[in-house]
């Protein structure tokens, strides 16, 4: 049972638009959402985060929103880089404390110069 | 800061032995250490969940005997992968929480460790 979905394993989108990536998730005690990213052979790099009591954040070129009744955030990029090729991967936790992270599938953005 | 080391980056193994990866947290100290195995194309799979000085919490389905944890400070943990064979082929993460940024919540991930039982 994935309590985190990514449904889009794959995206390609042109240097400098908009890059979306989306999440969902089945657990409503979820309450703390993060967005990593992963080139290949190496560990994940934190991107962004939201807690559940806001449904923005903004870091840079990075935006997460969150829709809680939706049970659904996105990434937002923009503008999309070459650099920022890789997988992304959404993760969920019940409290900010580093508890358990619970991740989606992951999608791999391909951004085209 | 907030950086992770693991060795080996990479090892080959014969079936029948047993490995140890190493996670280290080079410029902080790490309340809690955690350790994912990715297969090709997949997401990651939480394994288990280490505390310094106390025992492992693993995940349903992960073979305690198999994967031996050790958090003996709070800058290292290890994982010993026991009698490994060809299916214990994988990318092995271990991930850290900043003991001090606690309530950041995000863990700082290692490099990994691509593990290959001949």
């Known amino acids: 049972d994935q309590q985190v979905k990514q449904n889009s394993p794959s995206l390609s989108v042109q240097e400098g638009r908009i890059s979306i990536l989306n999440c969902d998730y089945t657990n409503s005690m979820f309450d703390y959402f993060l967005w990593y990213k992963k080139y290949p052979a190496e560990g994940p790099t934190f991107l962004i985060s939201?807690?559940?009591?806001?449904d923005k954040n903004e870091d840079g070129r990075f935006t997460v929103f969150l829709n809680k009744s939706a049970k659904h955030l996105s990434l937002h990029i923009v503008p999309s880089q070459p650099g920022d090729s890789a997988v992304y991967f959404c993760?969920?936790?019940?409290?900010?404390?580093?508890?358990?992270?619970?991740f989606g599938g992951g999608t791999r953005l391909m951004v085209k110069p | 800061g907030a950086v992770v080391s693991q060795h080996p980056s990479w090892v080959i193994c014969k079936s029948g032995t047993s490995v140890k990866i190493e996670c280290r947290s080079l410029d902080f100290q790490a309340t809690t250490m955690f350790w994912y195995r990715q297969f090709p194309k997949q997401s990651l799979m939480l394994m288990a969940t280490?505390?310094?000085?106390?025992?492992?919490?693993?995940e349903q389905g992960v073979e305690k005997d198999k994967f031996l944890i050790n958090h003996a400070s709070l800058t290292l943990s290890t994982l010993t992968v026991t009698s490994a064979h060809p299916e214990d082929s994988s990318f092995y993460i271990c991930?850290?929480?900043?003991?001090?940024?606690?309530?950041?919540?995000?863990?700082?991930f290692g490099p990994g460790t691509r593990l290959t039982v001949l």
């Open positions: 993760a969920a936790s019940y409290n900010n404390a580093g508890n358990m992270l619970t």
């Open positions: 939201i807690s559940s009591i806001k």
């Open positions: 991930s850290a929480t900043n003991r001090r940024d606690r309530g950041q919540g995000e863990q700082f």
């Open positions: 280490s505390n310094e000085g106390s025992k492992a919490t693993y």
